[in-house]
């Protein structure tokens, strides 16, 4: 079982920054695939950025560019480095790690972007 819990999300202006930070104690973190999702109001949750347990990154393209993910394999930590947001930015922010033959969630965060 891998435990996640998701911080960082706030009530932010457009164009500003927010790094997102996903904590996964006790788990073999090195080895797990980690992403983040986004889900908007309304809409279905899409997959935002992926980095691999070797460091390969893929990106959507809404957020190339502007969206940075990286790991902390000693911190077991996971974080999204977003610049210049937008509106449409806005939503709930999920991680998840996947590892042979299991996925997992966090309970997710709120990012909000205002005009």
């Known amino acids: 079982q891998v435990q996640l819990s998701e911080s960082g999300g706030v009530l932010v202006q457009a164009g500003g920054s927010l790094r997102l930070s996903c904590a996964a104690p006790g788990s073999s973190f090195s080895t797990l695939t980690m992403s983040w999702y986004r889900q908007a109001p309304g809409k279905e949750r899409d997959r935002v950025a992926r980095i691999t347990s070797i460091g390969t990154t893929t990106y959507a393209d809404s957020v190339k560019g502007r969206f940075t993910i990286s790991r902390d394999n000693a911190k077991k930590t996971v974080f999204l480095q977003m610049n210049s947001l937008k509106p449409e930015d806005t939503g709930v922010y999920c991680c998840?790690?996947?590892?042979?033959?299991?996925?997992?969630w966090g309970q997710g965060t709120q990012v909000t972007v205002s005009t």
């Open positions: 998840q790690a996947i590892r042979t033959g299991a996925t997992y």
